[in-house]
């Protein structure tokens, strides 16, 4: 018969520490410990992860991107959106949801952005909806839109430095070259360690337009060419000029945003079409519901969601002799169909974050693309120089 095995002691040690504990336990002052420990990780999340740059991208959405500019969908027809999250892996080590996800807030079929640079089929959701869930990966469709021409011109011209992917095996773009300031144009959240960005879009006229005098005059008064923050969803701005010169010049404050309707006669019917950004159908209906059973709000018969193919509609129908524009002056108070939309222009410049006004960010913009237009000039002046003395070579008597 085998001998029956007892379990294996552990080894012992003598002397246990202060604590109790055989394992060596190190002092250390807890400053020391905090910058050695969670300074690197808090700087990791911030650059790698939550903070835009000066070309106006998070690392997530430069890599997929890239990926699909390398896969040819500039010029080629569209994709399933599944090859694209398979490849962008190579750049971006995360899981296919979440890179999916990124994709869905690129793409013009969400809505999420002032000038889309996903140019999407199939279901994508929509950005102003809280339960309208996107189709899967296998089942939409993608490409790079027309936009994304300004992206990546003269990339392959030295205008910007190309890094290791994670493993070492790839290359990928640090910045890309956008020719125009996207930074301000394209909305941009971000929350990372004892930090958030969130900067408002611009309409990309009024941006070029401002960019433009502000190279010909560093004095130029912004206000007055680029007027205020545009937003993909629309609705009315309210906002003091004195408040709204604080945001430019400080990149931190906010405005109101309240929803655009309509009042239909015929049918005693409110229309709302459009929306603040920082809210959703639902979470606007579940208010208005919340209102109506607790008896604050009395002139409303029923609500519904008419949403369909051709945007967005909040139907509303009153009781009869009610006023609609005292209605929506209650509501705009006691529900998101009005909100706040806060600013904080927090950009990584050089590795580092800055909160700047919209000068200092167009004084760091047209710095870094004079930068880039300067590369490229080395790049084709080089490249001729090569060329001539190759020619020079072959046509050298012997």
């Not at 793409?107 to 640079?117: D, I, N, Q, V, W």
């Not at 996903?118 to 990966?137: E, H, I, L, P, T």
């Not at 709302?272 to 979470?283: D, Q």
């Not at 080089?382 to 072959?394: A, C, M, N, R, S």
Request: charged share 25%; glycine share 6%.
């Amino acid at each position: 018969m085998a001998k029956k095995k007892t379990p294996q002691e552990g080894k012992k040690f003598d002397n246990p520490n202060v604590m109790g504990l055989h394992a060596e336990v190190l002092e250390q002052p807890i400053t020391e410990t905090l910058e050695l420990n969670y300074m690197p990780y808090a700087m990791s999340v911030i650059v790698s992860r939550a903070i835009p740059e000066i070309d106006g991208f998070k690392p997530s959405h430069r890599k997929l991107l890239y990926t699909m500019y390398d896969m040819g969908l500039l010029t080629k027809a569209r994709t399933k959106s599944a090859n694209v999250v398979g490849a962008t892996m190579k750049l971006n080590p995360h899981g296919d949801a979440a890179i999916y996800d990124t994709m869905v807030r690129l793409s013009r079929g969400y809505g999420a952005l002032l000038h889309p640079f996903v140019d999407s089929k199939g279901n994508f959701g929509k950005v102003y909806s809280r339960d309208m869930a996107w189709a899967a990966s296998r089942y939409t469709e993608v490409k790079l839109d027309t936009i994304c021409g300004e992206l990546f011109r003269d990339i392959d011209q030295d205008t910007v430095d190309f890094v290791d992917n994670y493993d070492g095996k790839l290359k990928e773009p640090a910045l890309l070259p956008t020719t125009f300031p996207n930074v301000l144009v394209s909305a941009n959240q971000g929350i990372a360690v004892g930090m958030a960005s969130n900067l408002c879009g611009f309409n990309l006229g009024e941006v070029c337009d401002t960019t433009i005098a502000f190279l010909k005059n560093p004095d130029h008064d912004i206000l007055s060419t680029l007027k205020a923050p545009d937003l993909p969803t629309g609705g009315e701005l309210i906002y003091d000029a004195a408040a709204l010169g604080e945001i430019y010049r400080t990149g931190r404050g906010s405005f109101k945003v309240r929803a655009k309707w309509r009042y239909l006669k015929s049918e005693n019917l409110i229309e709302v079409y459009e929306i603040p950004y920082s809210t959703t159908s639902e979470a606007i209906m579940d208010k208005v519901s919340e209102l109506v059973k607790a008896g604050k709000i009395k002139e409303i018969a029923d609500m519904r969601d008419e949403t369909d193919l051709t945007g967005l509609k909040l139907a509303i129908d009153l009781k009869r002799g009610t006023d609609p524009d005292k209605l929506m002056s209650k509501l705009f108070r006691m529900t998101p169909l009005m909100d706040s939309q806060s600013c904080n222009f927090n950009v990584l410049i050089a590795g580092m974050p800055r909160v700047m006004g919209v000068r200092e960010i167009l004084e760091e913009w047209t710095a870094w693309r004079a930068d880039s237009v300067r590369r490229r000039v080395y790049f084709n002046m080089k490249k001729k120089q090569k060329y001539f003395k190759e020619l020079h070579t072959e046509l050298k008597p012997g």
